[in-house]
């Protein structure tokens, strides 16, 4: 089976940083996702990691251990636009989704 | 170049009543899903499709059944409508099998009453 755990809410102020983690015990896994999901909308593709380590990507970075489990994405220099539920999903040749962390930023 | 569509966006039924929700995409993917989203959750997988012909369950594939005649397409369909089938339904494509960005379409909204 899947389980994919992340916080279910985060709040944090304009410029500043935000880390939300992503711990995962799955059956397979071939990589890690993020998308972001504005209310009423579509995920959109933010990353992907397949090796452990850090991918940066502008102000957006996601980090993977796969030995332990868990994932990161670190959202710099928050911006009002950044308020978003992030989903982290594991790669097991498809696509099992956490619950979501719903980020609010604040002026 | 559309993506992935989805009809209709909106919906209310009864309960009871059958439904289709129709899913197409035009990128020529291999991998198609169906998601459904329920309030503050996250998404759980109904089914999913490798290519034509070829379809799969997935996490909650209960009172829901696909098929995937031509690449382009992959119909859900509700039969027997019930409330707890209330929720946001995404369909999804994948070029490949894994390490491939998925598109999704904007989403159904369906509401059972």
């Known amino acids: 089976g899947q389980n994919i755990d992340q916080p279910t809410e985060m709040t944090a102020t304009e410029g500043a940083i935000v880390q939300i983690n992503c711990t995962y015990q799955?059956?397979?896994?071939?990589?890690l996702f993020w998308y972001q999901q504005h209310a009423g909308e579509a995920p959109t593709f933010l990353s992907y990691n397949v090796l452990d380590g850090l991918e940066e990507k502008g102000r957006f970075s996601s980090f993977l251990s796969r030995s332990k489990g868990y994932s990161y994405l670190l959202l710099k220099e928050l911006q009002m636009k950044d308020s978003a539920s992030y989903l982290c999903a594991v790669d097991d040749y498809k696509l099992s989704f956490g619950a979501g962390t719903t980020v609010t930023v604040r002026a | 170049n559309a993506g992935v569509t989805q009809t209709p966006k909106f919906r209310i039924l009864k309960i009871g009543q059958s439904m289709t929700l129709q899913c197409a995409q035009d990128m020529n993917h291999n991998y198609m899903y169906w998601y459904r989203q329920d309030p503050g959750m996250g998404l759980k997988l109904i089914y999913y499709?490798?290519?034509?012909?070829?379809?799969d369950k997935g996490e909650v594939p209960n009172g829901y059944n696909v098929s995937r005649s031509t690449t382009e397409d992959f119909p859900l369909r509700l039969e027997l409508a019930a409330p707890s089938q209330t929720s946001v339904y995404f369909c999804a494509s994948t070029l490949g099998s894994y390490g491939t960005e998925a598109f999704f379409g904007q989403g159904t909204r369906l509401t059972v009453v």
């Open positions: 799955t059956s397979g896994f071939n990589g």
């Open positions: 499709s490798v290519g034509a012909g070829i379809t």
